[in-house]
């Protein structure tokens, strides 16, 4: 049985940080792809982070590129999303994901088959 346990979240200021974990278990193989998906009260969930583990490589949406990291650690079966430099706007549950679709030739797909419960990250102006 996949599960996947996300956490880490919590208050922080502006252009503070938090660093979120996702464990998953229950794969015989690796998964595909690891996302990270944040949903704020009015809008669409947003992909923000993808992990792929067909290339190994990272892949972020523009709005968090170049502050948010995206990693595997040493830790086995734990996907990180390292956030720093938080904005008000990056505030929202934050959920990860296991069996999507990541790569350099089709971005960041958004269709996953397993999803952890979610962690809120609040951020104070």
């Known amino acids: 049985q996949v599960q996947l346990v996300d956490s880490g979240g919590g208050l922080v200021q502006s252009g503070g940080s938090l660093r979120l974990s996702c464990v998953f278990s229950?794969?015989?193989?690796?998964?595909?792809?690891i996302g990270w998906f944040r949903q704020t009260p009015g809008q669409e969930r947003e992909e923000v982070a993808c992990?792929?583990?067909?290339?190994?490589?990272?892949y972020y949406s523009d709005s968090v590129k170049g502050r948010f990291a995206i990693s595997t650690g040493n830790t086995k079966n734990t996907v990180y999303l390292q956030m720093n430099n938080l904005k008000p706007e990056d505030a929202g549950v934050y959920t990860c994901?296991?069996?999507?679709?990541?790569?350099?030739?089709?971005?960041?797909?958004?269709?996953?088959?397993?999803w952890g419960r979610g962690t809120r990250v609040t951020v104070s102006s």
């Open positions: 994901a296991a069996d999507g679709f990541c790569s350099s030739d089709y971005g960041m797909n958004p269709h996953y088959d397993h």
């Open positions: 229950g794969f015989t193989v690796d998964p595909y792809a």
């Open positions: 992990f792929s583990y067909y290339d190994h490589k990272p």
